[in-house]
């Protein structure tokens, strides 16, 4: 069966702190992973990442992907409490219907 | 770019009464649409795949009699929560595929009394 695997579940940094999440998955055919943000609405993406070891970033945020060991990072740098949300981890194996599967999310909580 | 708006925001009905939520994309087409619903505390769990001129796929265990889907056109999805119950209280999110990214709208919480 396909999944992805969020960690940590929950992570509470102050202000400044880098963090990174982490993204297992195991799929039959691999397409792309993406990373969403989702605050109190719906998600909003972030990254897709479609080949291995290929960072992809954008301002304080960035990714990476490692096929062979099937996981990706999310690294976020100098952390505001904007960046407080929860981030979803998706991955499309789905042999072209679009369809992803999505990590349980990792809740970020950063204190002023 | 990629802007996906999903209407209403917030609903509430009683109990037997049928809701439609509307899912459009704005500024591209998009052949396949997706809807979610979501728990709270819960990641997204998928409902059924969209898509346009032809029969939604569904998940399984989701019910396509109570859950009426209709892509009609490249921007426009609808999801129509038929003989509502408390049960079916929920927060319900689209989103639209765009070359392998799906961009999502703001969703639609029900609240079935």
Redesign the interface.
Known sequence: EDKVVQSPLSLVVHEGDTVTLNCSYEVTNF??L?W?KQEK?????LF?LTSSGIEKKSGRLSSILDKKELFSILNITATQTGDSAIY?C?V?GSSN????I????TTLQVKP | GAVVSQHPSWVICKSGTSVKIECRSLDFQATTMFWYRQFPKQSLMLMATSNEGSKATYEQGVEKDKFLINHASLTLSTLTVTSAHPEDSSFYICSADRVGIQYFGAGTRLSVL
């Open positions: 397409r792309s993406l969403y609405k719906a998600p909003t993406f897709m979803l998706a499309d219907t679009g369809k992803l999505f990590g349980q999310g």
